[in-house]
Each structure stands twice: as structure tokens, then as C-alpha cells.
């Protein structure tokens, strides 16, 4: 270290006489010091100097305990002052630099183990607990959507259109538009109705493709991870091998739908049994939604508020669309519609039921535009209670 730097570190202000004088006292101290240790020094040594700029530097007692140990044990200062300063004082009495042993990291890297167990599942429930208030949200929207267009009309969409050639009402005729299309003006969607959807023609048909390809956010739970898109050949796997479906001269298996986790409530009919619906009949369930339905608030004798409009699909269990079904295949219907005929919930579930991706449960949208989540554990018969529009059920809301 400079001097400069030395009278820099005690008192800019000060003159270099002022710290000879202030060295000098240090001196004198340092020698009485030792001499009352019986050590002594050789006369006319100037390398004390070089040891008080030291001193002042690291800290004097630090180095006049280093001396004097030398001093003692029989080390000759003037031979070895050098090594002594420049080596042992250096090495041995300024702090070292030191890393971390292995015990030490592994310990730390436990820790860290150990916190990230404990914070990982907050956070992800913290994230679930976000997507299912936007789950919420998109249902709620979709009952206001519904009720905007009784109120238009005088009575809700059905839950698909369907006639044959001879425009006699037909569950698997066309044009097959589904509830969700018919709620395209009430969703801010206006512009896909105007430019891409089609009513007077069926939902298979090629100017309709953009249409019933085209993924709505509105339509998709954020909780579930499927993809935005599928193709109905997809959707028929998902309802089983040994299911016989239509034939497939059209090309129909290879129409790409967009993906929905949504559907409309059929109550607690057996979808299965639009087989044996004749042309010319409609497929009549006992939920807020069927074929060609358009029913009145009027029809809903348990009330509005205890019966299931709209209900949540996991992707994982069974795919469905907001757009429509394509005509000719008995699976078709649970394109749009969810039944609980059969049992509610994600493992439980099957591909015409209602499931959910959230945690135990899932969403649904009353006839009120409330919506409630429904646990896996409630009773299937309360389920199919509040899914009937006039059971005559005495039933609340668990």
C-alpha cells in the first residue's frame, strides 16, 4: 500500500508531519510492548516502518502478535522479515478466500430439494384455482348468451337441427347446426356468423369448414390441455371400437372440428337411443336441451334455477364441438349434448357424460345463468335430478 494511500485512509486533512509524529507514537507503543515481553530489537532498525504502514492497514495488535510468536520461537527478524511480511502475514493472518466442500453443497442443494417440494403444489394450486374462475367466467358468459337469446326469441336454441329430404324432423338428418352455433350474434361473434357459417346448409358441407374448424376461447376450459382441433374419426375412437358407425362413402371422418368443453344438458336420456327414432319424429330427452327443441322458459316446471343448461367435457374422456354434428351416425348427438344416464366425473365418466379437468369436480351452468360446481362425490341421483326440466324432484343445489 502507498503512503499516499495510508494518509488517505486516516485523514486527508491532515499533514505528513502529522503522521511521521502519529507513526512514531505507534512505534514507541509497539516497543514497550515488547520489551515488556522481554523480546528486543536491534538498534537502528528501519523496517519497522514497513510494519506500522502494515499495522495500520490490517489491524496492529493482529500483527504485533505474529511478531512477537516469530520472535519467540527463535526467528531472526533481520533475516527473515521478507518472507515473514510479504508470506506468513500475507497467508496467514488476512482472511482466505475459500469455496464450498461437497457435504456443504450437497446440503444445499437438499434444502433447495426441499422448498421446492413445499412451494411447487401452492403454486400450481394457485394456478388451477386462476383457470377455474376463468372456467366459471366462460360458463357464465355462455348462460347470459342463452338467456339473450330467449329473450330474442322467446325460447332456447336447440340442442341440434336436424331434418330429412322431405323436411321432416330427422335426429341424424341435416343440417345438423348445433346450440353453440345459434349463439355466435350473443358472444360478440357476429362476424364468424356473417361471413363463414352457412344455416341453410349442412355443417359437413365444404363452404362450412372455416366455420366449424375455427377454435372460440369462449368454448375451451383453460384446465384442459387437448387440442384445439380433432377430426370426427377421432371423436368415433374416443366413443369405442365396437360401436357400429355409418358408413363413410361422404368423407365425413376426415371433417376437422374445433374442440369445445362445453356441451348442453340432455338430461338423463340415453343418447344411444336416437337409434330407434324414426324419420319424422323428433329425439325428445328430458333435459334443457334436445333435437329440434326450442323450448320456452314456461317448460322448465322445476324451475330454472334447479335444472342443468350446460355442463363441462374433459378432452380426455370424450370430444365434443360448438358448432354442430355432421348427419348419419347414432354418436353424432354427443358432439353437442352431455347426459347423465351416465355417471358424472373425469375417471368415471364417459365420452356422452359430463367430466372435468379441475379437481374433483366440475362446472355447471344453471337454468338461472348461476353457475356451481358439482363434486364427483354427489349422489348420481341428485345429478340427474337438477338434469331434468320437469322430474317434479324436490332437490337442491349441494
Not at 71 to 88: H, N, P, T, W
Not at 192 to 204: A, E, K
Amino acid at each position: 500500500m502507498s503512503e499516499s494511500a495510508v494518509f488517505e485512509m486516516c485523514d486527508v486533512k491532515e499533514t505528513y508531519q502529522t503522521m511521521v509524529r502519529r507513526f512514531e507514537r505507534w512505534r514507541r507503543m509497539f516497543l514497550s510492548r515488547c520489551r515488556e515481553r522481554g523480546i528486543i530489537f536491534p538498534e537502528g532498525n528501519t523496517i519497522l516502518f514497513d510494519m506500522y504502514r502494515r499495522a495500520f492497514r490490517d489491524g496492529f495488535n493482529r500483527l504485533e502478535l505474529l511478531v512477537c510468536t516469530r520472535i519467540a520461537s527463535g526467528f531472526d527478524l533481520r533475516e527473515g522479515y521478507k518472507d515473514m511480511i510479504d508470506v506468513e502475514f500475507d497467508e496467514c493472518i488476512l482472511p482466505k478466500k475459500r469455496g464450498f466442500t461437497l457435504i456443504e453443497l450437497l446440503v444445499v442443494i437438499t434444502i433447495i430439494g426441499m422448498l421446492t417440494s413445499l412451494i411447487l403444489p401452492a403454486v400450481n394450486m394457485a394456478r388451477e384455482s386462476a383457470r377455474r374462475v376463468t372456467c366459471v367466467n366462460n360458463m357464465k358468459q355462455i348462460g347470459l348468451a342463452l338467456h339473450g337469446y330467449c329473450e330474442a326469441r322467446g325460447c332456447f336454441p336447440a340442442a341440434w337441427v336436424g331434418f330429412d329430404e322431405s323436411n321432416r324432423p330427422a335426429p341424424l338428418g341435416a343440417t345438423g347446426w348445433g346450440w353453440g352455433a345459434a349463439l355466435l350474434p350473443y358472444i360478440e361473434q357476429g362476424n364468424l356468423q356473417t361471413s363463414c357459417v352457412h344455416y341453410d346448409l349442412p355443417v359437413c358441407h365444404a363452404d362450412n369448414s372455416t366455420a366449424i374448424g375455427f377454435s372460440l376461447r369462449l368454448f375451451r376450459c383453460p384446465s384442459d390441455s387437448g387440442n384445439a382441433i380433432f377430426t370426427l374419426d377421432e371423436f368415433l375412437q374416443s366413443h369405442g371400437g365396437s360401436h357400429s358407425h355409418a358408413d363413410d362413402s361422404h368423407g365425413h371422418n376426415r371433417l376437422v372440428m374445433a374442440l369445445s368443453n362445453y356441451v348442453a344438458s340432455f338430461g338423463s336420456t340415453d343418447i344411444s337411443e336416437v337409434e330407434t327414432i324414426q324419420s319424422g319424429e323428433k329425439f325428445v330427452s328430458n333435459g334443457a336441451f334436445h333435437h329440434n327443441s326450442f323450448l320456452t322458459p314456461a317448460s322448465f316446471t322445476d324451475g330454472l334455477g334447479n335444472t342443468i343448461l350446460t355442463g363441462e367435457r374433459s378432452s380426455m374422456v370424450g370430444l365434443s364441438t360448438w358448432a354442430g354434428m355432421p348427419d348419419g351416425d347414432s354418436c353424432h348427438p354427443a358432439l353437442l349434448v352431455g347426459t347423465t344416464f351416465v355417471k358424472h366425473g373425469k375417471h368415471a365418466g364417459h365420452a356422452s357424460g359430463f367430466s372435468s379437468e379441475h379437481l374433483g369436480g366440475g362446472n355447471f351452468t344453471m337454468g338461472d345463468g348461476s353457475v356451481h360446481f358439482l363434486s364427483n362425490d354427489v349422489e348420481q341421483k341428485i345429478v340427474i335430478a337438477l338434469s331434468t326440466r320437469r322430474g317434479g324432484e324436490v332437490v337442491s343445489i349441494p
